[in-house]
T-cell receptor
């Protein structure tokens, strides 16, 4: 079955603009989470959505937001882009919001965002 | 943000050698995960550990969940060129199961 799909794969934006990234989870998966990966900070958790509700949130400013649709697809938005927002944004999906051997977390290939 | 202490940061080895890397934390985790990331790709799960003391193998890979639940190691035996990449450990708690805490990564380079 298809894996986690993220679009776009690459994009370049200008400071002050906003960006929307999209994620389609594995079929049947209802939990979607987002991570930011940078050389300096590594992989940092942004937020998690389950059944269209934000279940958990990392330590990022309010410029970072997300949402989940009824079909479990998710989008994340970054407003008023800063140079430091340049990163690989990874989406991950799992069956539900819990832990355990039946709820493996799978990652997509990521969206590379460059802010100039 | 919180991160796990992963070491070493990088390794340069000869093909055929064994590799060992580990992660430590000041916090307890319920699950330890090991991922591999190739350039331009997302992390791919290698091994998941769900019980303190658990030792699990996946082909040439072996990982253990520390008894204290604050550490884990990953061993790769008889390394081959396709093992090149960045390896990450990640800790998971029941309370925030999707909020993985990652190590800084171990970059593995193999000389043929």
């Amino acid at each position: 079955k298809a894996g986690v799909t993220q679009t776009p794969r690459y994009l370049i934006k200008t400071r002050g603009q906003q960006v929307t990234l999209s994620c389609s989870p594995i079929s049947g998966h209802r939990s979607v989470s987002w991570y930011q990966q940078t050389p300096g900070q590594g992989l940092q958790f942004l937020f998690e959505y389950f059944s269209e509700t934000q279940r958990n949130k990392g330590n990022f400013p309010g410029r970072f937001s997300g949402r989940q649709f009824s079909n479990s697809r998710s989008e994340m938005n970054v407003s008023t882009l800063e140079l430091g927002d340049s990163a690989l944004y990874l989406c991950a999906s799992s069956l539900d919001s819990g832990a355990g051997s039946g709820n493996t977390i799978y990652f997509g290939e990521g969206s590379w965002l460059t802010v100039v | 943000g919180q991160q796990l202490n992963q070491s070493p940061q990088s390794m340069f080895i000869q093909e055929g050698e064994d590799v060992s890397m580990n992660c430590t934390s000041s916090s307890i985790f319920n699950t330890w995960l090991w991922y591999k990331q190739d350039p331009g790709e997302g992390p791919v799960l290698l091994i998941a550990l769900y019980k303190a003391g658990e030792l699990t193998s996946n082909g040439r890979l072996t990982a253990q969940f520390g008894i204290t639940r604050k550490d884990s190691f990953l061993n790769i035996s008889a390394s081959i060129p396709s093992d090149v990449g960045i390896y990450f450990c990640a800790g998971q708690t029941i309370q925030g199961a999707q909020k993985l805490v990652f190590g800084q990564g171990t970059r593995l380079t193999i000389n043929p």
